[in-house]
């Protein structure tokens, strides 16, 4: 079992930046591949990014590409998704999400998942 816990959401102008955090807790962190997705509101939840075990590899949806970075510290089981150049299109409550096995974009996929997180971009 692993536990997930979201920090670091709230209101920002556009242009702006962000830094999310996944704090978790429970089995090792190290073990399992990490994503973060989103919900906007009126609209499905959506992938954003993921990282391999080792923080060795990611992938980006395209929307985020070159603006979001995410990564990971093993020795203190947490995630974090970096957000540059925010805009008022990526408000949305994020989430952290984790699973045992390779890094995917499928949340389907994914069998932990945290509270989320309010991120909120004005224009």
């Known amino acids: 079992q692993v536990h997930l816990v979201e920090s670091g959401g709230g209101l920002v102008q556009a242009g702006g930046s962000l830094r999310l955090s996944c704090a978790a807790s429970?089995?090792?962190?190290?073990?399992?591949?990490m994503g973060w997705f989103r919900r906007a509101p009126g609209k499905e939840r959506e992938f954003v990014a993921t990282?391999?075990?080792?923080?060795?590899?990611?992938f980006y949806a395209d929307s985020v590409k070159g603006r979001f970075t995410i990564s990971r510290d093993n020795a203190k089981s947490t995630g974090y998704l970096q957000m540059n150049s925010l805009k008022p299109e990526d408000t949305a409550v994020y989430y952290c999400?984790?699973?045992?096995?390779?890094?995917?974009?499928?949340?389907?996929?994914?069998?932990?998942w945290g509270q989320g997180t309010q991120v909120t971009v004005s224009s």
């Open positions: 990282i391999s075990w080792d923080g060795g590899s990611t």
């Open positions: 429970g089995r090792t962190f190290s073990a399992y591949a």
């Open positions: 999400a984790a699973r045992r096995g390779s890094y995917t974009r499928n949340q389907y996929d994914y069998g932990y």
